[in-house]
């Protein structure tokens, strides 16, 4: 879903060049579009509600009701999130790829002049250029986008669900105890464990809410693959 997302927008650029002269280029990636990348966060974050309601019944037991209520509270809060949270992540995503087409055409127009190409080579050369960096680089941005996010939607979707209880909880940090866990987040889980878990509003040592916290510093939540745990008191 998030390769197809930047597919779209480098897409969008392309077929403004096959129309156009390559010192037009420029313009064009500057107005790369924000859509795609919003759709993907519209959907991706929406399929977190059915995690949230999950929680909600696990927590409540046999007193948990209004399934089908619920899911659309879900559903609506976490496209709260994506419309009123996610604006920054979604153009810092953007204009990643903004700067990465950039370089392609500035690389490919110095490539031309050095071999006096012509304008179809030159947009031929352009078009192999951006074909090559979406099954490489791209897809592997898509793989971190998708990681990051999941656990941010995750994770916002269960302390949503457990807050919708009215029930008196402690939050656990959870590290996924694979290989390159950050230190910091070893510690949060560590620190949450030792003091029998955290209230609702307290932040762990690293000052985020949750793995993935979208308040966090991105050196904190990129390809974070850590999970929420939450207990009754």
């Known amino acids: 879903m998030a390769a197809a997302a930047l597919k779209n927008q480098y ?21 790369l579009p924000e859509e795609p990348i919003r ?3 519209l959907q991706y974050y929406k399929m977190a509600a059915p995690i949230a309601l999950k929680v909600r019944k696990n927590m409540l037991g046999e ?18 999130l994506v419309n009123n949270e996610a604006g920054d992540m979604i153009k810092t995503i953007t204009g990643t790829s903004r700067e990465t087409i950039l370089k392609m055409i500035r690389q490919t127009l110095s490539d031309g002049e050095l071999n006096g190409w012509g304008v179809d080579k030159i947009r031929s050369e352009l078009f ?6 979406l099954r490489s ?3 592997s941005r898509a793989r971190a986008i998708a990681q990051t996010e999941i656990v941010k939607a995750a994770n916002q979707a269960q302390m949503k669900a457990a807050n ?43 000052g985020l809410l949750h793995p993935g916290d979208p308040a966090g510093s991105a050196a904190e939540v990129i390809n974070c693959r850590c999970q929420l745990v939450t207990e009754i008191v």
């Open 63 to 80: 007193k948990a009701a209004n399934d089908d209520e619920m899911l659309t509270v879900f559903e609506q809060y976490m496209l709260h």
């Open 39 to 41: 759709q993907f966060f």
């Open 128 to 133: 192999k250029t951006v074909g090559k960096n």
């Open 164 to 206: 919708s209880t009215n029930l008196e909880f402690r939050k656990y940090w959870l590290t996924s105890k694979l290989e390159g866990v950050r230190p910091t987040h070893q510690e949060a889980e560590r620190y949450s464990i030792e003091k029998g878990g955290l209230r609702k509003d307290e932040t762990f040592p690293n």
């Open 11 to 31: 897409t969008s650029f392309l077929d403004k060049t096959k129309v156009t002269f390559p010192e037009s280029w420029d313009k064009y990636a500057d107005t």
């Open 137 to 139: 680089n791209a897809f």
